[in-house]
C-alpha cells in the first residue's frame, strides 16, 4: 500500500497563476482533509470531505477550492495564487479506530508563491 | 473557541534522559487527545492516544498522561536517543465529523 500520496512535491508559482495539488490514498479511507503548515502556525484544516461527494470549509478555505473526485482522491486548488498562500500542504486520510479519529498524512507539497 | 497550546520552544535534552512535552487545551476537555511525531519534510505520523477517562497510556519508551483537572496532557519518552529528535504535535478532535485541531508543535532536540 503506498498510503497517502501527494503531487507534486514541490512547486513555484507567480502571484495569480493557478494550480491543482492532488491527493491519493488506497488505505479506504472515508474521510479526507487538506491542511497547510506555517512556521509557528501548527497545522490548520483548509478543506475537508467527511464521505465521497461531500466537502466542508475548514478554519482557513478563502483562496481554495477542493474535489472529491471519488473515494480515493481530494484535490486541492489555487485559482488565483497569492504570496499569503506559500505554505507547505498537507493531506490526510482518516481511519475510524475503536470510535477515535486517526489521521494519516502524505509527505506534503512545498509551494512558493512569488 | 477550543484551542491546543504546546510550548514552542525547542525542548533539548541530554541522550538517556526522559523527555517531557507538554499540551494545554482550552475550553471543554477532549473526549480523547493524540501524539504525532512529524520529521523534518515529512508528514506528521500517529504514535498514541489517550481517552479523557485513562489517566495514563504506554507504548514502548512512551508515556501520555491525561489530567483533566488541569486541562492538560503530558508526552514522556524515556531513555531518549538521539533518533528521537522530531517535532511532536498534539491535537484533539472537535466535533463528530474527525476534524483534528492541532498544536503548533514542541521541537525535540536529542543530543549524543
Known amino acids: 500500500n503506498a498510503g497517502v500520496t501527494q503531487t507534486p512535491k514541490f512547486q513555484v508559482l507567480k502571484t495569480g497563476q493557478s494550480m491543482t495539488l492532488q491527493c491519493a490514498q488506497d488505505?479506504?479511507?472515508?474521510?479526507m482533509y487538506w491542511y497547510r503548515q506555517d512556521p509557528g502556525m501548527g497545522l490548520r484544516l483548509i478543506y475537508y470531505?467527511?464521505?465521497?461527494?461531500?466537502?466542508d470549509k475548514g478554519e482557513v478555505p478563502n483562496g481554495y477550492n477542493v474535489s472529491r473526485l471519488n473515494k480515493r482522491e481530494f484535490s486541492l486548488r489555487l485559482e488565483s495564487a497569492a504570496p499569503s498562500q506559500t505554505s507547505v500542504y498537507f493531506c490526510?486520510?482518516?481511519?475510524?479506530?475503536?470510535?477515535?479519529?486517526?489521521?494519516?498524512f502524505g509527505p506534503g507539497t512545498r509551494l512558493t508563491v512569488l | 473557541s477550543q484551542k491546543i497550546e504546546q510550548n514552542s520552544e525547542a525542548l533539548n535534552i541530554q541522550e538517556g534522559k526522559t523527555a517531557t512535552l507538554t499540551c494545554n487545551y482550552t475550553n471543554y476537555s477532549p473526549a480523547y487527545l493524540q501524539w504525532y511525531r512529524q520529521d523534518p519534510g515529512r508528514g506528521p505520523v500517529f504514535l498514541l492516544l489517550?481517552?479523557?477517562?485513562?489517566k495514563e497510556k504506554r507504548k514502548e519508551r512512551l508515556k501520555v498522561t491525561f489530567d483533566t483537572t488541569l486541562k492538560q496532557s503530558l508526552f514522556h519518552i524515556t531513555a531518549s536517543q538521539p533518533a528521537d529528535s522530531a517535532t511532536y504535535l498534539c491535537a484533539q478532535s472537535s466535533s463528530n465529523t474527525g476534524k483534528l485541531i492541532f498544536g503548533q508543535g514542541t521541537t525535540l532536540q536529542v543530543k549524543p
Open positions: 488505505m479506504n479511507h472515508n474521510s
Open positions: 490526510a486520510g482518516k481511519t475510524k479506530d475503536r470510535g477515535t479519529d486517526t489521521q494519516y
Open positions: 470531505s467527511a464521505s465521497e461527494g461531500t466537502t
Open positions: 489517550i481517552r479523557e477517562n485513562e
